[in-house]
C-alpha cells in the first residue's frame, strides 16, 4: 500500500473509532488507538498499516496475541479484515509497548481523533510525531505476559471440547479452532522474545 492511502486509511479509521463510542455502554470498550511500523518511518511503500486497539478489558482477559471476549464486532466495525491493516489488542492496564510493539504513537482516544498526529504523518513531520503523541510508555513485562499467555492457553485447552465454551466462542465467522491457533501463536510468540 502506498504511504499516501495507508496514512487516508488510517485517518478513516480514526474516525469509525470515534463512531464506536455513540455504541451505548456504562464505559466505552475502545480506549485508545495506536499506530507504530514502518508508516512512522515514512517507508513507501508499505506492506500493511500496523495498530494496536486499547481496550476497557483486564489484562487476564487481553491475552497477547488472541481476539479478546467482544472484539469481534470491533473488527467488522473498523473493517480490520478487510485487508491492508495488522492489529493487536492491548488491556487499558497494560503498557501498549511490548516485544513487538515498538514507539506506538496514539492517533485516536477517548477525546477524538488526534488531528496533529494525523497532520504530522500526512505531512511527513515524523520528527514532530513525538511532540504529538503521549509520552512513551514502559514496554510490558516479558516474563508476565509469558506467564499470562500460557494461562489463557491453558484455560483454552481445558475447555475446548465443552459445549457450552465452543457455542460462546463461535461468532463472526470465528470458531473455537481459531481461539486455540492464537493462544498457541500468542504463547510461542512470547516465549521466541524471551529466548532472543
Avoid at 499506530?35 to 482477559?61: M, R, T
Wanted: proline content about 8%; aromatic content about 10%; charged content about 30%.
Amino acid at each position: 500500500m502506498r504511504y499516501r492511502r495507508a496514512v487516508e486509511r488510517l485517518r478513516q479509521l480514526a474516525q469509525a473509532c470515534e463512531q464506536t463510542r455513540r455504541v451505548p455502554a456504562d464505559e466505552p470498550f475502545l480506549r485508545e488507538a495506536h499506530v507504530f511500523g514502518d508508516l512512522l518511518s515514512g517507508a513507501d511503500p508499505i506492506d500493511h498499516l500496523e495498530i494496536v486497539l486499547v481496550l476497557n478489558l483486564p489484562p487476564e482477559e487481553v491475552s497477547w496475541g488472541t481476539h479478546p471476549p467482544g472484539t469481534a464486532w470491533l473488527v467488522d466495525f473498523l473493517r480490520l479484515d478487510q485487508g491492508g491493516i495488522a492489529y493487536w489488542w492491548r488491556s487499558h492496564q497494560d503498557p501498549v509497548s511490548n516485544h513487538r510493539i515498538h514507539d506506538p504513537v496514539r492517533f485516536w482516544s477517548l477525546d477524538g481523533p488526534d488531528k496533529e498526529v494525523l497532520d504530522a504523518l500526512a505531512e511527513r513531520r515524523f520528527d514532530q510525531l513525538g511532540a504529538a503523541a503521549p509520552p512513551p510508555q514502559q514496554r510490558a513485562p516479558a516474563a508476565g505476559e509469558l506467564e499470562a499467555a500460557l494461562e489463557h492457553l491453558r484455560a483454552v485447552r481445558d475447555s475446548y471440547w465443552d459445549r457450552q465454551w465452543r457455542r460462546r466462542h463461535r461468532s463472526l465467522s470465528r470458531y473455537p479452532e481459531h481461539h486455540l491457533w492464537e493462544a498457541v501463536q500468542g504463547y510461542l510468540d512470547l516465549l521466541d522474545a524471551r529466548d532472543e
